[in-house]
C-alpha cells in the first residue's frame, strides 16, 4: 500500500503538543493557533503510529433543524490503519452514527452541513459527488448496520442480493458471481449455503440475516468496513459468534474496522484503538490498552463503572447519573460539567466556562484525553480503580 498523503502519516516526533491548559478562557487556539493546527494532526494521527488508511481530520456534522442547528459531531478527528479495528464508543446520541455516516456519504446533502477532511487511501471524500461518492461505497467501503432488514430487500433472495451487490462492481457473468456469493455465504458460517442462496431474509433467523448482510457488505473485499452497533439486537451467544466472524475476516482481508457500540464489554473483545464520544466530540482517544486501563477523562471512568458484571462477591452497576445534554443548546465549558462528579475539584468555573482542549496524557504517547483535572491519573488510581475492581 503506498502511504496516504496527509499530515496523519507523519511520525510521532511531528505531533508533538503543547501540554499546558488553556486559561482565563482564553483558548489554546486563541494564544497560538499553530499549536491548535499541530493538535489536530495529532488527534488524527493513528494510536498505534501506523501509516492510516482512513483519517478523519475536524469532521464537524451540522442539521439544521426548525429548532435551530443540531451540531451532531463536532472536530472529530481520527484514523484507522489497514487491520486493525477503531472503536467509537458513547451513550446513545452521542453522534457515533452521524458521524460514520458522513464518512459512507450517506447524508442527505440538502439538509446536512458537513465540513473537514476525510480521506480514504489519501483520496479526500468530502466534496465528492454522489456517483462518484457510490463507487467508493460499494468498492472500498461497506457498511455493517444493526438492523440487517435495513439492508436487506425483504422481496428478493439473499443469494439474488448479494450476487447483484458483487456485479455493481465487477464486470462479469451471473455464474461467476453466482459462485463468489456461495462462496461468501461459506465463508460467513451460514450452512448449506446453495439451499440458502435460494431463500429470503425472513426465512432467516436474526443471527443468520446478520451473517448474511456481513457477506454482502464483504463480497467486495472493502479496505474499510464499518460495522455500527452489529450485534446490539443479537443474543449474547450469536453476538459473540458474530464478533468472531468479523475478527476472522479481518485476518482474511486485512481490513481497517470501524466497530460502534454503546457497550464496553464489546470494545474490550474487539478494540485494537477506542475513541469515546460524548455531546458530539471526542473526549478520549488512544489505544484500546490505554484507554481502557488508564483511562483519563471522568465519563470514560463513569462509562467504565456502568458496565454489569455479575460475580459471586459483587453485582455492579453504576450508571451515569443525568442525561447526555440536548445538541441544541450544549452546556457552557465541558459538556459533560452537569454530570460529572469530579467538577468541583476544577479550580474556579473552568468547567462551566472553559472547552477543555483534547490534550496529550502525561505529555507523552498517543493517548489523548479532554478534561481541565490536573490529577487524572491519581484520581483514577486512588478513586475509580478500585471500585471497577
Ligand atoms: N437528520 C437529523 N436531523 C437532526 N438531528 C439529527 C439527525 N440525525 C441525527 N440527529 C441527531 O444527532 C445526534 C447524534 O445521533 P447519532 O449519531 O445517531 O447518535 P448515536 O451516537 O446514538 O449513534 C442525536 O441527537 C440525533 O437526534
Ligand atoms: S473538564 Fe471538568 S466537568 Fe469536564 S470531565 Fe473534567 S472535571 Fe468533569
Ligand atoms: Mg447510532
New binding site residues.
Partial sequence: MTAPANDASKGPQDAMVDTVPSEGGVTREQRNPAVASRERRTTAMSPSGETPYLVVEDLTVQ?P?ADGL?S?VNGLSYSVPLGRTLSIV?E????????SMAVMGLHDRK?TRISGSIRLGGDELVGLSENELMKVRGDAVAMVFQDPQSSLHPLYTVGNQITEAYRVHHKVSKDVAKKRALEMLDLVGIPNPIRRFKQYPHEFSGGMRQRAMIAMGLVNDPKLVIADEPTTALDVTVQAQILDLLNNLQKEFGSAIVL?THDLGVVAEMADDVLV?YAGRCVEYGTAEDVLARPRMPYTWGLLESIPTVSAANERLRPIKGLPPS?LSLPGGCSFNPRCPYADRVKGERCTTDLPDLLRVDGAGAHTSRCHLHDKASIYEAEVAPRLG
Fill in positions: 442539521f433543524t443540531v451532531a458513547g446513545s446520541g452521542s453522534g457515533k452514527s452521524v458521524s439538509r460502534i464520544m445538541l
